[in-house]
């Protein structure tokens, strides 16, 4: 497609419940990104997948958050045993080669409450 | 990465030009500056970047000084759906490595 798609663009789940989120990127585009958005704040970056190497993890708060790139294709960030304070938009993004000459482009993000 | 500041709001007429300011004294040589802005309800947008030389492009124009500690991203003529989020960031453009550091950003609201 012709930008980043995101599914579900809305998510409720139960505390304690698992949830997957989905990220396709552009196509061609080697670099893929995970920030999540809590209300009235500022972008939290997660995690950074390029290529075929070794994932950046340094940003998951907790060992109940993992993300797999299957295929240098798609993304899914995996949420364990939720809590409400993971309620957040989660947004991804995807660019050439690190994002430093075209930027990233960013999808529009799930939003997903916990209750 | 350096670290900058912006003011965290401003106001512009429409049809006006809006001038947002970014200040990054601790900028090292090769860090670059790139701009995004975030409408509500939306994801993050790419705007431009630049090293050193004033950038244009077909969105705004970014004005670095020539030391390199502050920089103006300026929408020539504002609109109403340039209501947003406006981030400046500074990272290093030597590597490939990919994360943006966003900070609180200024909110930009375009009014009639």
């Known amino acids: 497609g012709a930008g980043v798609s995101q599914s579900p663009s809305n998510k409720v789940t139960e505390k304690g419940k698992d949830v997957e989120l989905r990220c396709d990127p552009i196509s061609g585009h080697t670099a893929l990104y995970w920030y999540r958005q809590s209300l009235g704040q500022g972008l939290e970056f997660l995690i950074y997948f390029q290529g075929n190497s070794a994932p950046d993890k340094s940003g998951l708060p907790s060992d109940r958050f993992s993300a797999e790139r299957t295929g240098g294709s798609v993304s899914t960030l995996t949420i364990q045993r939720t809590q409400q304070e993971d309620s957040a938009v989660y947004l991804c993004a995807s660019s050439l080669a690190g994002g430093k000459v075209y930027g990233y482009t960013f999808g529009s993000g799930t939003r997903l409450t916990v209750v | 990465d350096a670290k900058t500041t912006q003011p965290p709001s401003m106001d512009c007429a429409e049809g006006r030009a809006a001038n947002l300011p970014c200040n990054h004294s601790?900028?090292?040589?090769?860090?670059?500056v790139y701009w995004y802005r975030q409408i509500h309800s939306q994801g993050p947008q790419y705007i431009i970047h630049g090293l050193k030389n004033n950038e244009t492009n077909e969105m705004a124009s970014l004005i670095i000084t020539e030391d390199r500690k502050s920089s103006t991203l300026i929408l020539p003529h504002a609109t109403l759906r340039d209501t947003a989020v406006y981030y400046c960031?500074?990272?290093?453009?030597?590597?490939?490595?990919?994360?943006?550091?966003f900070g609180q950003g200024t909110i930009l609201t375009v009014h009639p």
């Open positions: 960031i500074v990272r290093d453009g030597g590597t490939s490595y990919g994360k943006l550091t």
């Open positions: 601790t900028i090292s040589g090769n860090e670059y």
